[in-house]
Nanobody, 122 residues
Framework: QVQLVESGGGLVQAGGSLRLSCAAS??????VAWFRQAPEKERDIVAA????????YYADSVKGRFTISRDNAKNTVYLQMNSLKSADTAVYYC?????????????????WGQGTQVTVSS
């Protein structure tokens, strides 16, 4: 059974940091992404990383503040979030696809975690 489990969310003050983790099990995953969804808004991509880690994507709103990385030996992908802002408040979802190639299309990701809440207080 395919499973993605996120952890690391929580409440943090503006300017603080959090590190999200996404642990995958059940099969091999290639491209992995983090999406986020704020109340009454669309689920948008935040960052993505290919299997080798050599190719990454960041949304403009998080460039320079967030870093996506992966440890394939542990089947885990991380999202280091620094200089957090109230606008970063959302449920963060890990998503994966069993194919090579970086894509930002939500529909391209077949597997999703349950989400973890990140709340940034101002």
């Amino acid at each position: 059974q395919v499973q993605l489990v996120e952890s690391g969310g929580g409440l943090v003050q503006a300017g603080g940091s959090l590190r999200l983790s996404c642990a995958a099990s059940g099969r091999a995953f290639y491209t992995v992404a983090w999406f986020r969804q704020a109340p009454e808004k669309e689920r948008d991509i935040v960052a993505a990383i290919t299997v080798s880690g050599g190719n990454t994507y960041y949304a403009d709103s998080v460039k320079g503040r967030f870093t996506i990385s992966r440890d394939n030996a542990k089947n885990t992908v991380y999202l280091q979030m620094n200089s957090l802002k109230s606008a970063d408040t959302a449920v963060y979802y890990c998503a994966a696809r069993p194919y090579y190639g970086l894509t930002i299309r939500r529909s391209a990701y077949a597997y999703w975690g349950q989400g973890t809440q990140v709340t940034v207080s101002s």
